[in-house]
């Protein structure tokens, strides 16, 4: 499985970002290999569908699971055509999270805001 989390820093043991789209980078996690890579994430500085942009940076990155604490419609749509399965994290770590994750201790993301559309956030 290779998992996505939005982050502010490239650390394990840091926090979630509580951003998707305006995250400045997404851990790349290989649970076959064990291995993180750090993706800097090019949409989190545009003006608008950093969403949808940052969703198909992870489509494109070979990604099947993301987990955040929330996500836009539009960037949900990118993700579900990617066969990218989405799950909310918990409050903790990265490594907290996707323990949780291979645990079973994760709920799928069932809700998706309209998204923000240049209103900050």
């Known amino acids: 499985m290779k998992i996505t989390i939005p982050m ?13 789209g305006r995250a400045p980078y997404f851990l790349l996690y290989d649970t076959n290999t064990n ?8 949409a989190a500085e545009s003006s608008g569908g950093a969403g949808i942009a940052a969703a198909q940076l992870l489509a494109d990155s ?43 201790k994760l709920s799928p993301l069932s809700e998706f805001h309209a998204g923000f559309h240049g209103h900050g956030g």
């Open 62 to 104: 070979g990604a099947d699971t993301l987990i955040t604490p929330r996500c836009g419609e539009n960037a949900e749509k990118v993700l579900s055509s990617a066969n990218i399965k989405v799950y909310r994290s918990v409050d903790g770590t990265a490594k907290k999270n996707i323990d949780a994750l291979i645990e079973g």
């Open 8 to 20: 502010n820093e490239q650390k394990l043991e840091s926090g979630v970002c509580p951003s998707f």
């Open 35 to 42: 291995e993180s890579k750090w993706l800097p994430n090019s």
